[in-house]
């Protein structure tokens, strides 16, 4: 009976988030407060399934992108990219898809998006332009980017635990595909918004005769910033030298320059995407009695019993499962279901190492497919609706699941050639 209500209430949810009948954050916290109210799981084990470290970081680096705000410091970036691109959008969409893929291979997704996305509506303000056809590219960049690296996204850091695999190892067999799949999309993408593109000689003139230097607006806060964000990029970067959850070197980032600016607290803290936070909170409860009842464990353990361990019908079945899981599950909690099933394959005398670089490029690419599949899609959401331009899920959808079935195919023959052959 819990079983058939958790997929049910799952299931309401999601109609409810794509069809966008009900608002994104309302109908998670609905399902939640009934997995609750239906005993599905104890309060306790509710706040168990909860990542308060994805929230953690959050909430830390809204906080400090939000102080950095005030410097000026992203509009004299946003002003000196268009510049360098001569005003031309589609050469500004590139440049800063790249910047924020190289980016997001050394810091978590969300945090990336948080850095770029404010310099995109700079740019497209000031161009007269929607900045849709920025943000999609930006969200693939931070999702791909983050795929190449050991540290780019939760699912690849929990491969690396569970396998012994380094960060030199996810860089020299993801890397290459990464390249390859973005280069593609990228091109994919250009057919698809160059219409929407066009813009006057004039809004481009507008752009060049802007000075970013003006843009400063607090030098010494921006010094300040600089420190702490550097200090914050490090603590990532060691984290697991360290021994401190990723959300423990971002909210003291935040604390730190909170004090170093003494800036309105209230100003501050309303930075903070709530609506996204909340969201994020009711998803995780709702994938949680997924799990909790069984279901993620069920569909694991099916594709390993349908492919009767042969090993490129298993990483074939696991690349393609993996990522439309991904497109609309939490990755964290099916890649962590995976591992043990995967562990015990090896155990059987099956050469398991390709199928850790499947469930990677699944999961993480995977993301890619819906406005729901990835921590950073929702983030990037919520900043364009606070700035005034909806992207619905219906909108993203329609660009992002056929862009995301490519690089998966393209990340198919890969696997196949190079390691499955």
């Given at each position: 009976m819990q079983l058939v209500a958790s997929l049910l209430i799952f299931v309401v949810v999601m109609a409810l988030v794509m069809s966008e009948k009900v608002n994104r954050t309302i109908a998670a916290m609905a399902g939640a407060s009934l997995i609750?109210?239906?005993?599905?799981?104890?309060?306790?084990?509710?706040?168990?399934y909860i990542d308060f470290n994805t929230l953690g970081v959050l909430v830390g680096m809204m906080i400090i992108v939000g102080i950095i705000k005030h410097t000026g410091?992203?509009?004299?970036?946003?002003?000196?990219?268009?510049?360098?691109?001569?005003?031309?959008?589609?050469?500004?969409?590139?440049s800063l898809s790249i910047i924020t893929a190289l980016v997001s291979s050394i810091l978590d997704n969300v945090t990336t998006v948080l850095l770029i996305v404010p310099m995109t509506f700079v740019i497209t303000d000031t161009l007269g332009i929607s900045p849709l056809p920025f943000l999609i590219p930006e969200i693939f960049a931070s999702n791909m980017g983050g795929t190449a690296t050991l540290i780019g996204d939760p699912p690849n850091i929990m491969i690396g635990n569970a396998a012994g695999l380094g960060f030199t190892d996810f860089l020299v067999n993801l890397g290459p595909i990464v390249v390859i799949a973005f280069a593609a999309v990228l091109f994919v993408m250009h057919l698809m918004f160059r219409k929407q593109l066009a813009v006057s000689e004039e809004k481009k003139a507008e752009i060049m005769q802007f000075d970013e230097k003006k843009a400063l607006k607090n030098v010494p806060l921006l010094k300040k910033c600089v420190v702490v964000l550097v200090l914050v990029i490090a603590g990532f970067f060691l984290h697991d030298q360290l021994n401190y959850p990723s959300a423990v070197i971002a909210l003291t980032g935040a604390a730190l320059l909170m004090l170093l600016s003494r800036g309105d607290?209230?100003?501050?803290?309303?930075?903070?995407?709530w609506p996204t936070l909340f969201f994020f909170g009711g998803l995780f409860i709702l994938v949680g009695a997924l799990q909790k009842v069984g279901v993620i464990d069920y569909l694991a353990k099916l594709i390993v019993s349908l492919t009767h361990n042969n090993l490129l019908l298993t990483g074939v079945v696991l690349i393609w499962f993996s990522a439309i899981a991904s497109a609309f599950l939490d990755n964290?909690?099916?890649?962590?279901?995976?591992?043990?099933?995967?562990?015990?394959?090896?155990?059987?005398?099956?050469?398991?190492?390709p199928l850790w670089w499947a469930i990677s490029l699944g999961a993480c690419l995977g993301g890619n497919g819906t406005l729901i599949g990835a921590s950073a899609n929702v983030?990037?959401?919520?900043?364009?609706?606070?700035?005034?331009?909806?992207?619905?899920?219906?909108?993203?959808?329609?660009?992002?699941?056929?862009?995301?079935?490519?690089?998966?195919?393209?990340?198919?023959?890969y696997l196949v050639v190079f390691y499955f052959l």
């Open positions: 609750l109210i239906l005993n599905i799981m104890s309060f306790d084990d509710a706040l168990g410091v992203f509009e004299y970036l946003s002003i000196l990219s268009a510049k360098k691109a001569k005003g031309d959008p589609w050469k500004i969409i590139l607290i209230d100003e501050v803290f309303s930075n903070v995407e964290i909690p099916f890649v962590a279901t995976l591992i043990p099933l995967i562990k015990a394959l090896g155990a059987g005398g099956m050469s398991i190492t983030v990037v959401a919520g900043l364009a609706e606070k700035h005034g331009y909806k992207l619905t899920f219906q909108t993203y959808f329609k660009y992002g699941f056929p862009l995301m079935l490519l690089s998966i195919v393209l990340s198919t023959i």
